[in-house]
């Protein structure tokens, strides 16, 4: 049920009365080139970012959202459903953006039905699992990416499904073939995600090592963590030879060709990765405020970013998670990702609230519902506020179109 409410609300809020299909289709371009037996397209459109190397125009961002839509544009791009799904679109090309908005769409009510089944495993009550996944999906920004579905967002998405599926196995059997599957296809959207991987050990230490007897240093089982590496070794290898196949090197090139480009090579001048882009995240994160208007609509988000307390006012529950292993756990992969995230050379260009914390979203939803168990009237006030402030800025940005970066 909380599928299908996320997934009609989504549908109406982007298709029926909101931007619809992207214009920022590269993964559902990547897939048609794949299909074709291409890595590259020819040339680059002039709208959308790609790396352009050796006459030829590269897809910059990790492929798994590409992987996922790959069948369905296979199976679109044959007849019948090519000559109705062109028509449908106008009569002029392939829908390749619909495809992309429709695929952050169908992912992003799953995550809330995921979020829901991950809560679920977490020791609250029953109702807190139940409010912790309306408050994700409809109470964080998780709702307005979703129905965006351009290059960035999507990314977001799926990162954030595989994140979900990742806390399901962690709080499960934790089974460690499949902790590591789903680490790589979040790497492989996201790729701080790797950095942030220790969180998951400071639950499984009974699992991943032997007890510690006279030992100074405790003992992994090689075997578990053998299991565990293995999908992540592949995905890794995979990486290095699709950056080979590209660039004649291991590392993706095509990220640092695009802030080299001469256009933007004054917006970053430490390159990449640097700490001296750290208050620039800070500022985003915890400090941007909405644009106040005397006229209607009055409120608006800033599209360069706005503040996470504001988004999400009962994230602050989050710190009155009870101490244990679970909510260490967390916050270490909080700070993992942020650490990573702090020093990346952008904070997320166009957005609603700031979306690289999206990352690590499944790990504060634990710490904020567990610090909200059980519900409470004190509770709801925050939920709501949530809620309303989200439906409030998809209002804006999706249906009324209104939007500035600052």
């Not at 029953?126 to 990416?145: E, M, P, Q, V």
Request: aromatic share 18%; charged share 10%.
């Amino acid at each position: 049920m909380i599928f299908l409410a996320a997934f009609v609300v989504y549908y109406a809020t982007s298709f029926v009365w909101g931007p619809g299909a992207t214009g920022y289709d590269q993964y559902s371009l990547f897939a048609d080139a794949l299909i074709h037996g291409h890595l590259s397209l020819p040339q680059r459109p002039p709208h959308l970012e790609m790396a352009e190397y050796q006459g030829r125009a590269y897809f910059t961002n990790p492929p798994t959202p590409t992987m996922l839509l790959l069948p369905f544009i296979w199976l679109g791009e044959h007849e019948p459903l090519r000559t109705w799904l062109t028509k449908l679109n106008g009569g002029w090309s392939f829908p390749f953006g619909a495809y992309q908005t429709g695929m952050s769409i169908t992912l992003g009510a799953i995550n809330v039905a995921l979020a829901r089944i991950a809560l679920g495993r977490v020791p609250v009550s029953r109702r807190a699992a139940n409010w912790g996944a309306i408050l994700f999906g409809f109470g964080s920004i998780a709702w307005y990416h979703a129905t965006i579905g351009s290059v960035w967002y999507l990314a977001q998405i799926v990162h954030a499904t595989a994140m979900w599926l990742l806390v399901i196995e962690w709080l499960g059997k934790a089974r460690p073939m499949l902790l590591g599957l789903w680490l790589a296809c979040a790497f492989w959207s996201r790729m701080e995600t790797l950095i942030a991987a220790p969180f998951l050990f400071v639950t499984l230490y009974d699992k991943v090592f032997y007890p510690r007897f006279d030992e100074l240093i405790p003992r992994p089982k090689v075997g578990w963590f053998a299991k565990f590496a293995f999908p992540l070794l592949v995905v890794i290898v995979l990486e290095f030879t699709y950056n080979y196949v590209r660039y004649g090197m291991f590392e993706n090139y095509g990220y640092r060709m695009l802030i080299e480009k001469p256009e933007v090579r004054g917006m970053f001048p430490y390159g990449l990765f640097s700490i001296h882009y750290f208050w620039n995240h800070v500022q985003v994160m915890f400090q941007s405020v909405p644009i106040m208007e005397t006229d209607f609509p009055w409120v608006m988000p800033k599209l360069s970013g706005t503040a996470i307390w504001i988004t999400t006012p009962a994230f602050v529950w989050a710190f009155f998670a009870p101490w244990d292993r679970l909510t260490a756990a967390c916050w270490i992969g909080i700070t993992l990702f942020i650490a990573v995230l702090f020093q990346h050379c952008g904070t997320g260009m166009t957005q609603v609230g700031y979306r690289f914390a999206m990352d690590f979203y499944a790990l504060l939803m634990i710490l904020t519902v567990r610090g909200m168990d059980p519900i409470r009237w004190w509770h709801m006030p925050f939920i709501a506020a949530s809620i309303v402030v989200n439906a409030w800025f998809v209002y804006t940005t999706n249906i009324l179109q209104i939007g500035r970066l600052f």
